[in-house]
């Protein structure tokens, strides 16, 4: 049988059409969903922020920095690098401190809504935490009134965490680690990880001037005081960490730029979003995120 051949023109009328579009460029970082972002969205989160609220703090804030983050980060080597990795590989870059800024908001406030929930965990009910926590506190009371003070008495926004500072003793050995909470402050989009250097930004500029500032920053080689300075004992101590160790481990944090409390509380209401904050925090969250250690039995260490 004779086979029977189509003209090309004529068979490109009869196939079906296929439209090929040109490769659009690609978005690396996107909005992370949270585990109750539905009802956030709906219902806004119980006790705390109202559904407009939500919105501005988390859906359009945080979708703001992860699209300035793709235009800095496009067609770039660590273009598809996690926040808080870029937050620490370019945070001592003065020429990316755009990219600094955006990554490291992007991931304390991912690490801030990442703590809240809809029914969430009352710490009573975690009596290991709680017990860690009261050794080096005295009690929840005591360390409910330091956290929330210092979050109110700054002037400027940031984040003010909760994090285990981990003992550098014999990091290798096979000797239970040992360390202690603590409260650390950092301003604007500062991070709480020493391997940032001063872009911790644990210092108020409100309550300093251009020359505090410089001997802050200059003097940080030679500055061996302190918790968690890059030069300090713990600082200088980092390298003796086996590969991908920590000494600071942040495991909550409030938020306390304007954009998150003022929809809700008003232009007074900081200390009451704060207070509203501490009761929606979900404790199981926060225990999840607690090094083995953090929870063992630890002999009284007051902060």
Same mark, same amino acid.
């Given at each position: &049988?004779?086979?029977?051949?189509?003209?090309?023109?004529?068979?490109?009328?009869?196939?079906?059409?296929?439209?090929? @579009?040109?490769? !659009?460029?690609?978005?690396?970082? +996107?909005?992370?969903?949270?585990? +109750? *972002?539905?009802?956030?969205?709906?219902? %806004?989160?119980?006790?705390?922020?109202?559904?407009? %609220?939500?919105?501005?703090?988390?859906?359009?804030?945080?979708?703001?920095?992860?699209?300035?983050?793709?235009?800095?980060?496009?067609?770039?080597?660590?273009?598809?690098?996690?926040?808080?990795?870029?937050?620490?590989?370019?945070?001592? *870059?003065?020429?990316?401190? !755009?990219?600094?800024?955006?990554?490291?908001?992007?991931?304390?406030?991912?690490?801030?809504?990442?703590?809240? !929930?809809?029914?969430?965990?009352?710490? *009573?009910?975690?009596?290991?935490?709680?017990?860690?926590?009261?050794?080096?506190?005295?009690?929840?009371?005591?360390?409910?009134?330091?956290?929330?003070? @210092?979050?109110?008495? &700054?002037?400027?926004?940031?984040?003010?965490?909760?994090?285990?500072?981990?003992?550098?003793?014999?990091?290798?050995?096979?000797?239970?680690?040992?360390?202690?909470?603590?409260?650390?402050? @950092?301003?604007?989009?500062?991070?709480?990880?020493?391997?940032?250097?001063?872009?911790?930004?644990?210092?108020?500029?409100?309550?300093?001037?251009?020359?505090?500032?410089?001997? +802050?920053?200059?003097?940080?080689?030679?500055?061996?005081?302190?918790?968690?300075?890059?030069?300090?004992?713990?600082?200088?101590?980092?390298?003796?960490?086996?590969?991908? %160790?920590?000494?600071?481990?942040?495991?909550?944090?409030?938020?306390? #730029?304007?954009?998150?409390?003022?929809?809700?509380?008003?232009?007074?209401?900081?200390?009451?979003?704060?207070?509203? #904050? #501490?009761?929606?925090?979900? #404790?199981?969250?926060?225990?999840?995120?607690?090094?083995?250690?953090?929870?063992?039995?630890?002999?009284?260490?007051?902060?």
């Amino acid at each position: &049988m004779r086979k029977l051949t189509l003209h090309p023109q004529i068979r490109a009328t009869l196939l079906p059409q296929t439209r090929i @579009t040109p490769p !659009s460029r690609r978005s690396i970082h +996107y909005v992370p969903p949270l585990t +109750y *972002d539905d009802s956030f969205r709906k219902q %806004g989160i119980p006790g705390l922020l109202s559904p407009d %609220g939500f919105r501005i703090a988390w859906t359009d804030y945080q979708a703001s920095m992860v699209q300035k983050l793709n235009e800095l980060t496009a067609g770039e080597p660590y273009e598809d690098a996690h926040v808080k990795q870029l937050a620490l590989q370019f945070a001592r *870059d003065p020429t990316a401190a !755009s990219l600094f800024n955006h990554a490291s908001m992007a991931h304390n406030n991912h690490f801030f809504f990442n703590s809240l !929930s809809t029914s969430p965990m009352k710490i *009573d009910r975690i009596p290991t935490l709680q017990q860690s926590l009261s050794n080096t506190y005295g009690s929840m009371e005591t360390l409910q009134g330091a956290f929330l003070d @210092t979050a109110a008495a &700054m002037f400027g926004p940031g984040f003010v965490w909760l994090v285990w500072a981990r003992s550098l003793d014999n990091p290798t050995s096979g000797v239970q680690r040992r360390g202690a909470w603590r409260i650390l402050t @950092t301003y604007l989009a500062g991070t709480p990880y020493p391997e940032a250097g001063y872009r911790q930004q644990g210092l108020d500029m409100n309550n300093n001037s251009a020359a505090s500032y410089n001997a +802050y920053t200059n003097g940080q080689p030679t500055n061996y005081v302190g918790a968690f300075g890059s030069w300090s004992q713990s600082g200088r101590e980092q390298a003796k960490l086996p590969p991908g %160790g920590t000494n600071v481990m942040p495991v909550l944090c409030v938020n306390t #730029w304007e954009h998150v409390w003022l929809r809700d509380y008003g232009m007074n209401g900081k200390r009451r979003f704060l207070k509203d #904050w #501490w009761e929606a925090v979900d #404790w199981s969250q926060v225990e999840s995120l607690a090094p083995m250690e953090a929870k063992q039995p630890l002999e009284f260490q007051r902060a």
